[in-house]
């Protein structure tokens, strides 16, 4: 239960009397800047808010008349990029190609997730509800992008957002946002590691493209063949391999890129070894009943598996410490982390900014042998273009797909030793980026909060 005193000017200014509206987190927190307006600045004033018009997408394939296009789900995805195109003389001619240093808000569904554009978004276009903020040249953006990026700012964001079943705010909202005029070393100190953080990122997001693209170069060259055998639609399986298959008959798992694939890795002699024979353990937790606390002394970290793929993971959800067989769903700095329902192929390697986070049952978790550490090869390869498609291969049911550590296990890697090292090297110097990208994002956040925290005490 929730206690506390609203004073009557909040009361009048609302005209609600629910105590649920004025006790929530959202409202708490922003009454602390409500309070404080004085020392605050409306958005507005320090920045350009605004929505590009809502327009039909024109998709098209990846060329030079197409630019990436992200949805708003996209906003707080680490890896940069996106599969899906459309026409960029359209993108141009609505405004929703963003540019660099801009801020982009959440503001559908799911609102208040902030993504700082760096120069591998930049060019890229993104959905009309997905606000963009320009900040004026004599404000540091880092600082207004961390606030936005705190409880202060998302609680403001939602507190004024419309809509009963589905919410939303766009930018006349937005601006109203409140900014806390914090002292200038301050700002600045937030701003340095927010730029830093992105710069990260941005190597980051290189090192893993490029170790992805050294393993996709390597794997397709085994034949003249492989463009073709790799895009084919259609397929045909002879009876006596579908033993081979498991006795399954549905396509996907009997197309035969997927036999073709492994005959050339034979013919090249190149060596294979499955998950299980790279691995220390492979292994999905049983389902559990989730015990929830408020109690950050007293709990851990729950993410969910799209929550490891954020950019920044937001650690606001709490498991008791105190629940039985807690340590299954506990993730290592090390191990790999695939989404078995749902989305399939979801893969995270878990870094240090993630270690010790519990997380959903839905996970197959790969511990890596102690003597050797294989997980950043696995985790390139299961992230190419033809690991994706393995994974996808695998899937079974038929409302909700699946697949689950037996597949993976007996999933035969090729461990070619002439890209092992570099590969291994640039992957691990990538998650070694990706986790401090996210420590300087928590530091800059913390002093944000920080600061605000004492208002309450003046």
């Keep these: 239960m929730k206690v506390g005193k609203i004073n009557s000017k909040f009361v009048s200014t609302d005209i609600r009397l629910s105590a649920g509206y004025f006790l929530n987190d959202d409202a708490v927190n922003s009454r602390i800047i409500e309070k404080n307006y004085a020392n605050c600045k409306e958005l507005g004033e320090m920045a350009t808010v605004w929505n590009p018009p809502i327009f039909k997408r024109q998709f098209c394939e990846n060329t030079e008349r197409a630019v990436p296009y992200c949805q708003s789900s996209d906003v707080t995805n680490a890896i940069e990029g996106s599969e899906v195109f459309i026409n960029k003389a359209q993108a141009y001619k609505v405004g929703s190609v963003v540019e660099d240093k801009q801020i982009l ?11 700082l554009v760096n120069e591998l978004s930049h060019g890229s276009s993104f959905a009309n509800n997905v606000c963009r903020i320009k900040v004026k040249d004599e404000v ?3 600082f207004i992008y961390a606030f936005m990026t705190s409880k202060y700012g998302k609680s403001q964001l939602n507190k004024n957002a419309s809509g009963s079943v589905v919410r939303y705010i766009e930018a006349p909202g937005i601006k109203k946002t409140l900014i806390p005029i914090l002292p200038e070393e301050t700002q600045q100190k937030i701003h340095n590691l927010i730029v830093d953080a992105a710069n990260l990122r941005v ?14 170069e390597k794997l397709v060259s085994f034949s ?12 045909s399986v002879k009876i006596n391999l579908l033993k081979a298959h498991n006795n399954r008959l549905d396509a996907t798992y009997n197309a035969g890129w997927f036999d073709w694939f492994y005959s050339k890795l034979e013919k090249a002699d190149i060596q294979t070894r499955t998950v299980s024979e790279l691995s220390q353990k492979v292994f999905t937790p049983n389902i559990f009943k989730r015990v929830r606390t408020d109690n950050p002394s007293l709990g851990i970290p729950f993410l969910s598996g799209s929550d490891l793929l954020s950019a920044f993971p937001k650690m606001d959800s709490l498991l008791s410490k105190r629940m039985s067989n807690i340590e299954n769903y506990i993730l290592k700095n090390g191990w790999l982390a695939i989404q078995d329902a749902g989305t399939i192929g979801y893969v995270t390697y878990i870094h240090e900014f993630l270690n010790g986070v519990a997380a959903t049952n839905n996970l197959i978790r790969i511990i890596p042998k102690e003597e050797e550490n294989y997980n950043p090869y696995i985790f390139t390869f299961l992230k190419s273009k033809i690991g994706q498609k393995i994974l996808a291969s695998f899937e079974f049911g038929s409302v909700q797909k699946h697949i689950d550590n037996h597949q993976l296990s007996a999933l035969k890697i090729p461990v070619i030793s002439e890209i092992y090292d570099t590969i291994t090297t640039k992957t691990i110097s990538s998650m070694e980026f990706f986790s401090k990208a996210c420590f300087n994002e928590k530091t800059a956040i913390d002093l944000i909060e920080k600061e605000i925290d004492q208002w309450q005490q003046l």
């Design 105 to 115: 808000v959440t503001g559908f569904g799911t609102i208040g997730n902030t993504r």
């Design 203 to 216: 190597e980051a997001n290189k090192l893993l493209k490029e170790a992805v693209a050294i393993m996709e």
């Design 140 to 142: 540091l953006y880092g």
């Design 224 to 235: 003249t063949d492989a463009t073709s055998s790799f895009k084919a639609k259609n397929y």
